[in-house]
Nanobody, 123 residues
């Protein structure tokens, strides 16, 4: 079991930045790949970024590539999502998730989910 708690969401103007954090407890953090997903109102949950167990491999959705950065600190059991140059369309609830099977963009590969944190980008 892995328990995940996100933080760092909020209201930000377009062009601004936010850093999301996700603190993990339970299973050894370094044994799971981590991912960030988001869900906007009326839309399906979508992949944002993923990072491998050791942090060496990262993948991003095309919509955030070059603006968002995923990172992890295994000593602190925490994964981060640095979001820069935020756009209105980035508004969503952001979820972190853990995958014992390795990093992936597929939701089905993730067994553990946080409760989500709201990110709202205003004009």
């Amino acid at each position: 079991q892995v328990q995940l708690v996100e933080s760092g969401g909020g209201l930000v103007q377009a062009g601004g930045s936010l850093r999301l954090s996700c603190a993990a407890s339970g299973r050894t953090f370094s044994s799971v790949a981590m991912g960030w997903f988001r869900q906007a109102p009326g839309k399906e949950r979508e992949f944002v970024a993923t990072i491998s167990r050791g942090g060496n491999t990262k993948y991003y959705a095309d919509s955030v590539k070059g603006r968002f950065t995923i990172a992890r600190d295994n000593a602190k059991n925490t994964v981060y999502l640095q979001m820069n140059s935020l756009k209105l369309e980035d508004t969503a609830v952001y979820y972190c998730a853990a995958s014992p099977l390795g990093s992936s963009s597929y939701i089905d590969r993730y067994d553990y989910w946080g409760q989500g944190t709201q990110v709202t980008v205003s004009s």
